[in-house]
């Protein structure tokens, strides 16, 4: 809305009444050989001026009001973003500017010949641009690399070739955002072009902060940014450039029933000084994809067998799970079975850092940490292996979820001036309940059919902003979902099934059509403190059905 009024039909009537009448009895009053309570100089002179009175009542009333704090909370509309930037700057608050969305893009070309993606090249879709920054070349064999930017064309199994490059998205905001799978169009296309797809998800995408967004960070700005407190913590973290776009965090330190670092002692109890911090660093995981080696372990008693797949703690640092799928370039419907999920903590020296970790003893302490490692054992029922030996390697198409930013938070925790003097604080991702819903929509004879992507969007902003909750009612989501939907509109109950893959591996299964609650379960480190609610869009199954009403 700003100070300023810009149209004066967006003036009170009532105070534009009270300024025309004040105006025509004080000039009245001024000089009584004129008629200023009727005619063409109270019609236009004079009533005008009570116009430009009430404009410039109105805009004194906005300015006194954008300079308290306590109106711009009720109201942070009623003030122009250089006023709210101004009130901003005496609770140590910045807003925050947007952010351009960057990705990896699989390229997928018709020959085995070498290519060049220029810079400036544009890939589009789904309504975003993005663009490479520099000059990126497709090489025959790894022999002729000679320079960061020089790719392999790797074979696929189609008789196509692939290689990566990195783009950006060229205007700011979340809508850069998009999935890993998603294809583009592309200009100029390139030579023997097949076809171009996100090999990951996007990231880096975020819109200007709005005067209620930073308004609501004032508490942050006011905190003293130290290890110290939890309003503290969150504060300093979110001081620094790279962590501003984090949703929702949850400390466990001395006292709480799911920490277990600080019982490492011969004495029984509690010791403190160690912190297991859950943070949410984006509404949902990261997808990574990527071809990789796994190794033949077991021969099964059909003919096929168990592979083995390792992560390095720097390979995804944290990372949830992985969908395995055969490297034949061909659709495959579903992925193979995962068999076994083995966390380890890797405890070796960080490059970064003095030297200093923290205290972890077991595998399920360091799990979804930057000090995980992880092995998945799954069956290949595919791949035939009596004519092969243990030890056989295969490529698979592996693709990772993950919450992102855990190494360098991790990393910055460990600061020798910044962390705790008496203790060590351990940065984990949310141990995750991957979410789905379903549900019908039930519409009247003749009614349109709703936007079913927008309402499943919808609901996954809500989920994916719900923080650390411990519940979720069915009835936030059906006001989410009526909301797009015509008056009078049938909703069905709304199944909400969620899968919590916990720290020990296994998984445990949620549901219900009122209301989704986390068991907590504090030896396995999976409670309503720790655990989050994920929700892909792609995972909201929506059926719309026309009801047939019999007529009275």
Known sequence: MGIRITELADLDSDLVRQEDELLAEMLQEDNPSINAKQGVFRDYLGYYGGVLGAKNQTEADRLRRSQSLREVLLDPTLADAETVDNISSNYRVARREGGFA?????????????????????????????????????????????????????????????????????????????????????????????????????????????????????????????????????????????FLGIVADSIIGMGDQEMQRDQHSIFPGSLGGRVDWYIRTQPLYRKYGEKKAAVLVEKTSDGYGIWQLTFDRDDYPGMYDAEIKPDTGEDFLGSFEITEDIRAADLSPLASGDGFLPDIVTGLEATFSRFQSVILKFKDSLTTTGSLDLGSTATYDITVRAMPLLAELQEYALRRRVRNVMGDALIKAPVPCFLSLTFTIELKPGQASPDTDAIALALADLVNYYGFAGRLPASKLSDVIHDHLEAGTGLSAIDMFGRILKP?????????????????????????????????????????????????
Do not use: C, H, W
């Open 504 to 552: 020990s591996g296994l998984s445990r299964y949620v549901r219900s059509t009122e209301v989704l609650e986390i068991p907590d379960e504090p030896l396995e480190m999976s409670t309503r403190r720790t655990v989050a609610l994920l929700l892909d869009p792609s995972d909201v199954t929506i059926s719309v059905v026309t009801a047939d009403i019999l007529e009275i």
């Open 102 to 242: 960057a990705g990896d893009i699989t390229v997928v070309v018709s020959a085995l010949e070498a290519l060049t993606i220029a810079t400036g090249t544009f890939f589009e879709t789904q309504g975003q641009q993005f663009t490479t920054r520099q000059v990126f070349t497709a090489k025959v064999d790894s022999a002729a690399v000679i320079s960061e930017n020089d790719r392999v064309l790797t074979p696929v199994g189609d008789g196509t070739y692939s290689f990566q490059i990195s783009v950006v998205s060229a205007a700011e905001g979340s809508g850069g955002n998009i999935k890993k799978g998603t294809y583009f169009a592309v200009l100029p296309v390139p030579t023997n072009y097949v076809k171009a797809f996100a090999a990951e998800d996007f990231v880096g995408g975020n819109d200007a902060e709005t005067n209620q967004d930073l308004v609501e960070r004032y508490s942050e700005g006011m905190a003293a940014k130290a290890f110290s407190g939890r309003e503290n913590m969150i504060a300093a973290v979110r001081s620094e450039e790279e």
